[in-house]
């Protein structure tokens, strides 16, 4: 499974929406950004993990996009 880079907070949403599994936050992530981001995919199973330099979004098991 290919990890696609996000450059920014809004790409990183967008990634993850549109049903992409793996989104490294590729870019400086400031703190608030972060637990925002944590809070809102980690309660539709996402996990964050630090691969080399960067943070990794995966969302295991999931064929089609959360419903929000």
């Known amino acids: 499974m290919a990890i696609i880079s996000a450059s920014n907070l809004k790409d990183a949403e967008e990634l993850l929406y ?3 599994n ?3 936050l590729a ?3 400031n703190g608030d950004d972060f637990f925002r981001l944590a809070c809102h995919w980690c309660q539709r199973g ?3 993990s630090k691969e080399s330099q960067y943070f990794i979004v995966s969302l295991k098991g999931f064929t ?3 419903n929000d």
């Open 18 to 20: 549109s049903g992409i």
């Open 22 to 24: 793996k989104v490294a």
């Open 64 to 66: 089609i996009p959360p």
């Open 27 to 29: 870019y400086d992530i």
């Open 46 to 48: 996402a996990t964050i």
